[in-house]
């Protein structure tokens, strides 16, 4: 695999202005959750770096699960508004106060799926924290409690987001160059 600078247009966010805004955000729910019980829930893959960043981050007990989806069509970023659950979250959720940790929310349909099934389970509260909106492309209406970033409609990869599953280990997130990657339609 060749080094991801052959792919890099941009650095859109450094990893210092990540950080400062992960700790903002951080902060915020630490005192917005201190009369609860959280529970974050991340949705792999893209999720993680950011879960595990935000984590050391929130002052305040709480535990963490993960669950996995695909977007019928895969290898399509044209999400059909039906995610299939590909592994499920290991506890019950019901009756906690849940917060998604998601990496980035595009059209909008996956996040809206993945609400639709885990309201069903009858949480306390279920909340949203993205690091990334791309909210020019919004398809459907999704709510977005805690967001580190708006960013333009461009295809970025690193800090927890791929290109080809590769590069998700990168600490900034950079800007596609489409000259050496089509990102997929
Ligand atoms: P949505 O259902 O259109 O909101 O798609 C969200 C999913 O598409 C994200 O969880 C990512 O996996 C993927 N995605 C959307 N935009 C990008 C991008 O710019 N880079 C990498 N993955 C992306
Ligand atoms: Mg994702």
New binding site residues.
Partial sequence: MLDYQEFLKEILIDEQTLQERISQLGTQISSDYSQKSLHLVC?LR??VLFLTDLMRQISIPHTIDFMAIS?YGAGS???SGQ?RLTMDLKDDIGGRDVLLV???????????SVLELLTLRKPASLKVCSL?D?FE?R?VDVPIDYCGFQIPD????GFG???DEYYRDLPFIGI?NTERFQ?PE
């Fill in positions: 949705i893209g999720g977007s970023r044209q999400s995610v998601e990496d980035i929310v595009d059209s909008g349909h996956t996040l809206s990334l791309k492309r398809e461009a295809f970025v990869f987001l791929d290109l596609v990102p």
